[in-house]
Nanobody, 123 residues
């Protein structure tokens, strides 16, 4: 299996910045997409940003121009730089990585989620 460990959440004032990290470990062959999702209380989980193996990115309209997703393939790690944070960015942020992992013979797909990290923005 592939495990994801997130870090970097916390409490910040409106207008502040945070940087989230998510590192994957396990018998990884390759990682195609890395992404961040979030879920606020009483709401469905939504996509925040995603980055492909070709470094193509896609952002939710609500975070465009404020958040930046990046990846370090050597470290199997994805980052989310969050600037100009707003109260409505408050949520639990989840990392997701998809790719292929080694099995006994060959490789198979994986689709792993992190445990979530709380981001709270005070107004």
């Amino acid at each position: 299996q592939v495990q994801l460990v997130e870090s970097g959440g916390g409490l910040v004032q409106s207008g502040g910045s945070l940087r989230l990290s998510c590192a994957a470990s396990g018998r990884i062959f390759s990682i195609y997409t890395m992404g961040w999702y979030r879920q606020a209380p009483g709401k469905q989980r939504e996509l925040v940003a995603v980055i492909t193996s070709g470094n193509n990115t896609n952002y939710a309209d609500s975070v465009k121009g404020r958040f930046t997703i990046s990846r370090d393939n050597a470290k199997n790690t994805v980052y989310l730089q969050m600037n100009s944070l707003k109260f409505e960015d408050t949520a639990v942020y989840y990392c997701n990585q998809k790719g292929k992992r080694y099995v006994v013979i060959g490789v198979t797909d994986f689709d792993s989620w992190g445990q979530g990290t709380q981001v709270t923005v005070s107004s």
